[in-house]
């Protein structure tokens, strides 16, 4: 009798909770998101340093240290937006209940980050604009930052395959 109990709850384990490893790459995606956003927040706190030190821009620092609104909106815009993604990776990795659409939001998180991470460096390398001009002269931020992106973009991408997985896997 209580090896057959054993035998069923291994089998309910099996397939309810997510393999380890894309739950752990899930996780770690959702973690560095998280932190992220709660980083974007201290942005907003820290000024016009924190907006130059970050990548920001020296127009957006401007625009703090005056006193407008502009980059705090923007800056807790981005930082909901990654709140919400780190959600998102958390319902991934089974922690938190399954939220709406999330095998197609991991997908289009992951397509987001590998973007900006394959595409960051050349976009600042041939695009003519200020901000680009100003980003040239801070490569190791922007290869720091592409090959951050690039991970999450894995992480997420592995959680959409792991989410794919648990809906097809049969049912006991």
Not at 97 to 102: T, V, Y
Not at 131 to 149: D, H, N, P, Q
Request: net charge positive; glycine share 12%; aromatic share 8%.
């Amino acid at each position: 009798m209580q090896r057959r109990l054993e035998e069923d709850w291994m089998n309910t384990v099996s397939v309810s909770m997510p393999r380890p490893e894309g739950r752990v790459a899930v996780l770690a995606g959702a973690a560095l998101t998280g932190v992220a956003s709660l980083l974007h927040f201290a942005i907003i706190l820290g000024g016009p340093e924190w907006y130059r030190f970050f990548g920001a821009g020296e127009r957006m620092a401007r625009l703090a240290a005056r006193g407008a609104a502009y980059p705090a909106v923007v800056t807790a815009g981005i930082a909901a937006i990654l709140g919400i993604w780190a959600l998102y990776g958390l319902s991934g990795a089974g922690v938190i209940r399954r939220l709406p659409l999330l095998r197609l939001a991991l997908v289009l998180i992951a397509g987001i980050y590998l973007a900006r991470g394959i595409l960051g460096i050349p976009a600042v390398l041939l695009v003519e604009h200020p901000y680009a001009l100003e980003l040239r002269g801070k490569m190791t931020f922007m290869i720091l930052t592409s090959a951050v992106c690039i991970g999450l973009g894995l992480c997420y991408a592995a959680g959409a395959a792991l989410v794919r997985r648990r809906s097809t896997a049969p049912q006991p």
